[in-house]
């Protein structure tokens, strides 16, 4: 990972070169400009860490960039500089957003202090925003007694100092975005931005937008600059779900992102640097998609240096009351109520049922068992899953397969919703367009709407 970096903007290149030095000799990297529009071109090229810009410029002032700074990275701290201060013109300043006015002569020391204080800040934020969209609800991806359980989180805490991409393999809601997380909070980038995108169901246009952005102007309805992911995750983690999902003629420009550090904004033709680690997650056979040429081997070889694959529930039946009881802890403190007793019956239709949806399907199943039972007692009847059980083995004697006992699961809950693919896939726990891909692999016809 990168050092912090300060965007210096004074046209004295004395003061300019004496200030740069000190703070490279400090472990900062320091990009210098001598005009506002030096200093915007630099800015827009790359979202440095912090701003300090004197107030007189040849072609203005500092506060002629600082609204186009803040638009572009409203956390980046501002810092002005200036030899003729006056109370007005530091109101003015703090006003629009600046961070610090100073008046020169600064001391080099006495900057870099103040640097560092704003950069400490600024980590102290992102952490704090990024606990507060993580925590609630969030579940340790490790929970479980089971052996691949165990080896999972050995491996994964293998992986975690490492700036490889990283590629999580799993079935839909059994936890991949959570473990995604879970690398972050414990890597080396933890006080730094995590961002992540859903890559399925999203159209060319808008997928490559939402990534890499777009300047004004660069199609119909874009009338601001929009910094994309890639920016916004500068020096922090980029976590891109059902990366498999992905339009073809996207993960070309993602590759060059991932192998030269650079990208452009839609309608730009300017490099902008950028230092990520790439997380990926795909429910998908990338190897497969590779060979039928839906997926670039090339990307798929980048994203793949590293991997990681979930075990589903199906995989590890011993954890499922482990997780049960976890998610039930979890609900519970929320909506206030006190954890219920498990029956016996209940652990055993838990133990049983076949959770094609995982993790997520066991989550949905608890809380609004939760939501409609009275007392203090879970059993069998609370949870609404007897008649979603699988059907049981023929009259020959022999055991289902696995692909049999999902497709009479699947056939189960749709005849239950009447053919309403939305809702069956609600109770299922898993996206629509999921369970579509899932029906006509086992060969089943869509009903209703």
């Known amino acids: 990972m990168s050092e912090p970096t300060v965007l210096l903007v004074e046209d004295d290149s004395a003061v300019r070169h004496g200030i740069a030095a000190y703070l490279r000799a400090n472990g900062l990297a320091v990009d210098e400009a001598e005009t506002c529009q030096q200093a915007m071109e630099r800015f827009r090229a790359v979202i440095h860490d912090v701003v300090v810009a004197d107030y007189s410029l040849p072609d203005g002032t500092s506060l002629d960039i600082l609204p186009q ?28 957003g600046a961070e610090q006015f100073l008046t020169k002569p600064v001391e080099s020391k006495a900057l870099l202090v103040l640097v560092r204080r704003l950069l400490q800040q600024q980590r102290l934020r992102k952490r704090q925003e990024i606990v507060a969209r993580t925590q609630p609800g969030l579940l340790d991806p490790f929970v479980g007694r089971s052996l691949q359980i165990r080896q999972l989180e050995e491996r994964a ?36 931005a995590f961002v992540n995108l859903n890559c399925a169901g999203l159209t060319r246009e808008l997928l490559e937008s939402e990534l890499f952005g777009h300047e004004r102007g660069a199609f119909t309805g874009a009338v601001n600059p929009k910094p994309g992911l890639l920016e916004v995750g500068h020096r922090g983690i980029v976590f891109l779900d059902e990366i498999g999902d992905m339009d073809p003629a996207i993960q070309p420009k993602l590759l060059k992102a991932l192998e030269e550090k650079t990208f452009r904004r839609l309608g730009d033709v300017r490099d902008r640097h950028v230092d990520i680690r790439l997380v990926a997650s795909t429910n998908l056979d990338l190897e ?57 019956d209940a652990e ?102």
């Open 69 to 96: 700074v803040k638009k572009l990275a409203e956390a980046t701290p501002f810092v002005i500089l200036t030899a003729h201060g006056s109370i007005d013109l530091a109101v003015r300043a703090i006003k629009d």
């Open 288 to 344: 497969e998609a590779v060979r039928s040429k839906r997926f670039r081997d090339d990307l798929y070889y980048r994203i793949s240096t590293l991997t990681l694959r979930i075990p589903s529930l199906r995989e590890r039946p011993d954890d499922v009351l482990v997780l049960g009881r976890s998610i039930l802890a979890s609900v519970c403190g929320r909506i206030g109520r006190a954890m219920p007793d498990l029956t016996p």
């Open 157 to 192: 805490r293998l992986m975690l100092d490492w700036d490889s991409p990283l590629l999580i393999l799993g079935e839909t809601g059994s936890g991949k975005g959570v473990l995604a997380r879970w690398i972050h909070a414990n890597g080396p980038r933890r006080e730094e």
């Open 348 to 449: 055993e239709v838990l133990r049983r049922y076949p959770w094609p949806g995982n993790i997520r399907e066991l989550a949905n199943v608890l809380e609004r068992s939760m939501i409609l039972i009275k007392g203090d007692t879970l059993d069998a009847a609370g949870l609404g899953l007897e008649t979603a059980m699988p059907a049981p083995p023929p009259e020959d004697g022999r055991l289902l397969t696995m692909r049999e006992m999902e497709r009479q699961h699947v056939e189960r809950v749709l005849a239950r919703t009447g053919g309403n693919v939305t809702e069956a896939a609600e109770i299922l726990g898993i996206a629509r367009r999921t369970l579509y891909d899932r029906m006509k692999r086992l060969g089943l016809g869509v009903g209703g709407e």
